[in-house]
């Protein structure tokens, strides 16, 4: 591998590494992100290590400088998502009835993933589990990427409307004709999404 190469993977593996694996409270040192680097195939040292992160910090990620001993050790502090904010999100992932169990489980380790494996251990030991009744259809959550492509490209959509009769047999509207609208917005509304189009 040419060297500008080598050097622009060694500076993408390095920050994966601070972004997944350090925090204030985990930050690792110098010889570590040597080792680290090592394993995925790339070789450094701790002079160059040191030149990476202030190249990292010249283009605005904010690395942090400590000591472990008299080690320098690095963390990233400032992300996206605070804990708290995080925490929030998943737990609406869980209390959305909307959402299948399977699609609620892969949700919260997408969301949890966002702060580091550190704080997302954290995230994902502390959840309570809502007494809400998961939908089982999983295709919700595909007919709502489905309707937003329409809605940003101006596209119609055709759909067939159907009710729950008391057994939770489907009832369709004007016998199983399909419905063809142009879709405007998607509006969650207790625990529900409403289509709101021209027709």
């Given at each position: ?8 993977l060694?500076?993408?593996k390095?920050?994966e590494?601070?972004q997944?694996d350090?925090?204030?409270?985990n ?14 195939g790339v ?9 990476d992160?202030?190249f ?7 690395i942090?400088?400590?000591k472990?001993?008299?080690?320098n050790?690095?963390?990233i ?8 904010e ?29 702060s ?6 954290i ?10 009744r ?21 596209k119609?959509a ?28 998607l509006?969650f509304n207790?625990d529900?999404?409403?289509l709101?189009?021209?027709?």
């Amino acid at each position: 591998m040419s060297e500008p190469n080598n050097k622009k993977l060694r500076i993408v593996k390095l920050l994966e590494i601070l972004q997944q694996d350090s925090d204030l409270d985990n930050p690792i040192g110098t010889n570590d992100l040597c080792e680290r680097l090592s394993k995925v195939g790339v070789t450094t040292d701790r002079r160059t290590i040191a030149k990476d992160i202030a190249f990292l910090n010249e283009q605005g990620y904010e690395i942090m400088q400590t000591k472990i001993s008299r080690q320098n050790a690095f963390y990233i502090e400032d992300r996206s998502f605070s804990l708290a904010e995080l925490k929030i999100l998943i737990d609406a992932v869980q209390a959305a009835s909307l959402i299948t169990e399977k699609k609620t489980e892969d949700l919260i380790k997408k969301i949890a993933a966002l702060s580091g494996s550190h704080q997302a251990e954290i995230l994902t030991e502390n959840i309570i589990h809502f007494n809400t009744r998961k939908h089982t259809n999983e295709h919700i959550y595909y007919n709502v990427n489905t309707l937003e492509q329409c809605i940003r490209y101006k596209k119609k959509a055709s759909f067939k409307y159907f009710d729950l009769d008391e057994k939770r047999n489907k009832e369709y509207r004007k016998d199983g004709e399909k419905y063809t609208a142009e879709p405007v917005a998607l509006v969650f509304n207790n625990d529900n999404y409403y289509l709101m189009t021209i027709r």
